[in-house]
């Protein structure tokens, strides 16, 4: 069994920026590749950000590329997304998953574990 919980979220005004944490439970945090989705109202949860159990190889959404960066912290069992220029488009609930796959993990039903999410909200 494996928790998680996200913590962060907030209102921003277009162009700011959000750091979120995901904290795990365990000493097992770094036999997961760890990854970021979001998912808006009336829309399907999505793919933000992934990245493997070393911190090595990252994999970012096309509409976040160049904006938000994940990082992780194996020592803490944390990983984070720190998200810059923030758009109104950006507003969604984030949620922060657990993968044992390996490769681009992108897929929700790759994931195994999730927090409860955290809520992100940019205004124009």
């Known amino acids: 069994q494996v928790q998680l919980v996200e913590s962060g979220g907030g209102l921003v005004q277009a162009g700011g920026s959000l750091r979120l944490s995901c904290a795990a439970s365990?000493?097992?945090?770094?036999?997961?590749?760890m990854g970021w989705f979001r998912q808006a109202p009336g829309k399907e949860r999505e793919f933000v950000a992934v990245?493997?159990?070393?911190?090595?190889?990252?994999h970012y959404a096309d509409s976040v590329k160049g904006r938000f960066t994940i990082s992780r912290d194996n020592a803490k069992n944390t990983v984070y997304l720190q998200m810059n220029s923030l758009k109104p488009e950006d507003t969604a609930v984030y949620y922060c998953g657990a993968t044992q796959y390996t490769g681009t993990t992108m897929g929700t039903y790759e994931y195994a574990y999730w927090g409860q999410g955290t809520q992100v909200t940019v205004s124009s």
């Open positions: 990245i493997s159990r070393s911190g090595g190889v990252t």
């Open positions: 365990g000493r097992t945090f770094s036999s997961y590749r």
